[in-house]
């Protein structure tokens, strides 16, 4: 009996020297505190307060009567959704979409990270990065444009291409076989040298002892950024991956909606889209908030996948 009391004065007291400490430092640095409070605030009201719209998945949702006048509805509207043949279509080409980039866009900032970081010439440098940089600032609206008269068969460059190869011109916009790699480079044109910004900062940091110890056991250009550079970043790259694969089911609502059109919905309509189309076309709110919650859903599951996978392996992990 007297052991349980000795634990649980010990347990109070280990609890009150928390208290204190916790609120030392409140005093301490209230001034950092204080400074931390907007974004607080900001992440409280424009993250977390609109979670409670969730409710409207779950209801049969009427502007007129509001969130607590609808009545309940359940899980009318998730039935729905799996027995949509429609959204299985729009799950494929979102996921596929998404693992194009990720197969053939993620690389590109890291090849040109590499290639920057080897020129010697700063002024080339500097020039380089500022040209790879400036389409990141360019709205997609200005960016389709470009494309769409690049690519259109009347005015466009490939027309000149198709009739040299001696090949009938097509519209590549409005063709099924040609809409989700288009998607692709445009992103990789758009983001590509934004991107790459990050594993700069990577390679920067690396010691620059390990590059000449590997010169002083003869590696070469190739062999250093193979054995020294590509590891020293690797965290960085098991990170943004993380990161990409938790996004899985999100795709950048802008860019599709600049480029697609009825006659690549079959190959380009995405989650965003057609939420897009349904809940403020048809005004089905309850419906599409029920693709959102799913949507999220399966994200925290991939992204708390794809963490664990990573602290398995001794990578660096997000939490």
């Known amino acids: 009996m007297e052991n349980v009391n000795v634990k649980a004065q010990q347990k109070v007291e280990r609890t009150q020297a928390k208290r204190r400490t916790w609120l030392k ?6 001034d950092l505190y204080l400074l931390l409070l907007p974004g607080l605030l900001v992440l409280l009201l424009f993250k977390y307060t609109p979670m409670f719209g969730v409710v409207i998945a779950f209801k049969d949702y009427n502007l007129f009567d509001g969130i607590w006048g609808s009545p309940w509805a359940g899980f009318k509207y998730f039935q729905e959704l799996f027995d ?3 959204f299985y279509t729009v799950l494929g080409n979102t996921l596929l979409i998404n693992f194009y980039k990720l197969f053939f866009q993620f690389p590109l900032p890291i090849v040109l990270a590499l290639m920057i970081n080897e020129v010697r010439h700063l002024a080339f440098k500097r020039l380089t990065q500022t040209i790879t940089y400036l389409p990141h600032f360019l709205s997609w609206v200005i960016i389709s444009a470009i494309f769409i008269n690049l690519l259109s068969p009347q005015t466009g460059i490939l027309r000149e291409v198709f009739a040299f190869l001696g090949l009938q011109n097509v519209l590549v916009i409005a063709d099924e076989r040609f809409f989700r790699s288009l998607l692709v480079v445009s992103a ?3 983001e590509t040298g934004w991107s790459s910004i990050i594993y700069l900062s990577a390679i920067v940091s690396i010691d620059p002892q390990q590059y000449e110890a590997a010169k002083m056991d003869g590696a070469g250009k190739l062999r250093q950024i193979w054995h020294v550079t590509l590891p020293g970043i690797r965290s960085v790259i098991v990170f943004i991956i993380m990161l ?7 795709n950048d609502l802008e860019q599709v909606l600049m480029f697609y059109s009825p006659l690549v919905y079959n190959v380009g309509d ?3 889209t057609y939420v897009y ?10 419906f599409t908030t029920a693709i959102g919650l799913f949507q999220s859903l399966i994200a925290m599951i991939l992204i708390i996948t794809a963490n664990a996978v990573s ?5 660096r992990s997000l939490w």
């Open 25 to 30: 430092d409140l005093r301490q640095d209230y």
């Open 84 to 86: 949509s043949p429609k």
């Open 188 to 190: 990789a044109w758009k």
């Open 244 to 250: 990409r694969i938790g996004n899985a089911l999100s």
């Open 270 to 272: 995405v989650i965003g």
């Open 277 to 286: 189309r349904v809940g403020l076309g048809e005004m089905k709110y309850s």
């Open 311 to 315: 602290k398995k392996f001794g990578e």
